[in-house]
């Protein structure tokens, strides 16, 4: 029954996804009315996430984020299934790096690198950089339960040339390929919730204790690999563009956690100035701090 349903999903999303983007539009502004009025998609979850991070602003304020967001989520999935037609070069166009120096000069110097984004603004596409990044790009790849989703997620990702590897693995693949001389950029998303029994990093985030997982700074520290926060930018409606940050050249000169703490206080100053383009949806808070008893 899985495997039915998903082929009536392919097939309908292979022919719609065959319209060039302006016209998909349209009907990401009516599934916005869907999603927001009709279906209330996760809005108690929403309206609760944008209540616990802006204490400060009005229920008004508040009101105005939401919606934003819902209509950024319904472009969002409408742009994230149109890779299926997307060429490199239309991509390309449509999500680009302002400027590669950073990583370029690493690379040169033998320098493989790490890459922490976020689900903000349009991270489907991310996987395109690799296409013009100086490095081999790799990805933290998580399974989904549904092999048939899992396929098509997963072609979606790797289509450009990014190479997926599941987290227990990542280590042992990046290190096969540091042998062959190939100079490789690993992308992990930095606000994923961490299972319980993880040994996460604590911190207060948006106003409230927040877990984070340890693993781009575990992985950085361990094979000495710079890391680098991406900030998506949207320029327009289908247009983004991507700001290189450094976090650290030197992993292992940093206190312990400094990488983690970086990288989650620049995502806060991100989501801060836009926060309509942050993944409201996802139920981010769902771990409470365990208390440490004296």
Known sequence: ??????????????????LPL??????????????YYIAGYRRKVVATNLRNSFPEKSEAERKIIERRFYRHISDLFVEALKATHLSPK?????????????AERLCREGKDAIFVCSHYNNWEWASSLTITSPYTGFTVYKPLKNKYFDRFIFNLRTKYGVIASPMQRILRDL????????????AFIADQTPP?????????????DTDFYRGAEKVAIM?????????????????YEVEIKLITEHPREEKPDFITARTVEILEEII????????????????KKPVVND
Not at 90 to 102: E, G, M, P
Not at 197 to 208: K, P
Not at 223 to 239: A, F, H
Request: hydrophobic share 40%; proline share 3%; glycine share 4%.
């Open 1 to 18: 029954m899985k495997g039915f349903a998903f082929y009536i999903f392919y097939g309908i999303n292979y022919l719609i996804t065959l």
């Open 22 to 35: 302006p016209v998909l539009y349209l009907s990401s502004d009516f599934f916005y009315l869907i999603l």
């Open 90 to 102: 239309q991509i390309s166009k449509r999500f680009k790096v302002r400027d590669w120096t950073l």
């Open 175 to 186: 290190v096969t390929f540091r042998k062959k001389n190939i100079r490789t950029g690993t």
């Open 196 to 208: 319980l029994n993880e040994n996460v990093y604590w911190t207060t985030f948006l106003n409230q």
């Open 223 to 239: 094979l000495d690999m710079p890391v680098i926060y991406l900030n998506v930018i949207k320029v327009k409606r289908g247009y």
């Open 272 to 287: 801060r100035d836009k926060p309509e383009y942050w993944l409201w949806s996802h139920r981010r808070w769902k771990h």
